[in-house]
């Protein structure tokens, strides 16, 4: 049975929902035909040159990386441009290019996930989940009149679904009271006097992606110049342990010093010419650790809350982490950024080759940029 890029692509999309990615991401097919012809497969987690064209060399008909070729918009894909002349590289030589990147973070099993085993945890809940089937239980007060109209409207926009029913809802009658003050222009009742009506409350659930949606479709139909609702956050049907998200959290076997824990991850991890380094006390006794692979630092206020001893990331920089230990937060372990994501080519290698049958290939080609560490003769 022959396979093409579209079969390969289903695979690492069921892999690595792109629902997953971030908002400001940029995933999935970069260049290439769904309807080509696959045998091999090679995976790198930067598109270089380099590695395009060890790609190519290696007969693969899609090469799969981590970090997208072509982030930001670009005006031109010239080959006499570094960018473009990698895609002219990879179209020459058939070669179709596919990018898994934030959803490959937060996906069970995941970046996060294979940085985790590797340091020596058993990776579980993440540090920001995504709660997919989140769900928010709202009561929406409205009179008698226009009960049927709101909900019908709030129904419309993707509210009151459960299970295999829709426009699920329940109304309770009471009443309200509100005393407009100047300036405002009520529907009922004048400005300066107590008014007392009776009302419904009409109470539905509804996904939590859609709070903003059906706020502002809330406003727009309901008679009232100031709705009177209320929000309330369900608990999620999916336990933490596993839920998707950026980042993991787990516990040593054994706690030991920060200074052992620091050569453990050096030890686990690809070699580097900068290494693996570590703010906080050496001698300090850690534990529960947290771990997130890539550029790490918009979750130090969130470790510090999670109770972990101590945080393994990357692109660490001065000020942010002087402040976080400043503030009483845990020890940190910065590693180079490829360091701690190319392990994952090998996840995603396995999956491909497991779920397809065709051939694999892994270009480990260093594409850390630094390449030189001094330290002081003495």
């Known amino acids: 049975m022959s396979l093409h890029v579209s079969d390969i692509v289903r695979v690492l999309d069921n892999a690595y929902p792109p629902e997953l990615a971030e908002d400001w991401d940029a995933v999935g097919l970069i260049c290439g035909d769904l309807a080509d012809k696959v045998t091999t497969v090679a995976f790198a987690l930067d598109c270089t040159q380099a590695v395009a064209e060890a790609a190519v060399a290696a007969g693969a008909q899609l090469l799969v990386v981590h970090h997208p070729l072509l982030m930001r918009g670009v005006t031109s894909v010239a080959a006499s441009t570094p960018k473009g002349k990698v895609i002219h590289t990879l179209v020459r030589g058939g070669c179709a ?198 550029s790490g630092d918009s979750f130090l206020a969130d470790v510090q809350k999670l109770g972990v001893d101590v945080y393994v990331t990357s692109d660490l920089r001065h000020h942010p982490v002087d402040e976080h230990l400043r503030a009483g937060g845990p020890a940190v372990i910065d590693t180079a950024h490829w360091a701690s994501e190319f392990p994952w080519t090998s ?19 260093r594409t850390d940029p630094w390449t030189v560490s001094a330290h002081p003769e003495r």
């Open 97 to 294: 290019l596919f990018a898994a990147h934030t959803n490959a973070d937060s996906a069970r099993p995941g970046v996060s996930d294979r940085l985790a085993e590797l340091v020596g945890i058993t990776p579980g809940r993440p540090i920001k989940p995504i709660l997919l089937d989140a769900k928010d239980k709202w009561g929406v007060h409205v009179p008698p009149a226009d009960a049927d109209k709101v909900k019908e409207a709030l129904f419309d926009a993707g509210a009151g679904a459960i299970g295999d029913y829709s426009a699920c809802s329940f109304d309770l009658t009471g009443t309200g009271q509100f005393l407009p003050g100047e300036g405002a222009d009520p529907t009922e009742g004048e400005v300066g006097t107590l008014h007392r009506a009776e009302e419904i409350r009409v109470e539905f659930v509804a996904p939590r992606s859609l709070r903003r949606t059906l706020t502002e479709r809330l406003r727009q139909v309901h008679a009232y110049e100031e709705p009177a609702f209320d929000i309330t956050e369900m608990a999620p049907d999916q336990p933490l342990d596993t839920a998707p998200g950026l980042g993991r959290i787990g516990e040593l076997p054994e706690a030991m010093t920060l200074r052992e824990f620091t050569q453990q991850v050096a030890d686990a991890l690809p070699e580097t010419a900068w290494g693996v380094r570590a703010a906080g006390d050496p001698e300090q006794m850690v534990k529960k650790v947290a771990v997130s692979s890539g």
């Open 347 to 365: 996840q995603a290698c396995d999956i491909v080759a497991r779920e397809t049958g065709v051939d694999t290939h892994i270009i480990d080609i």
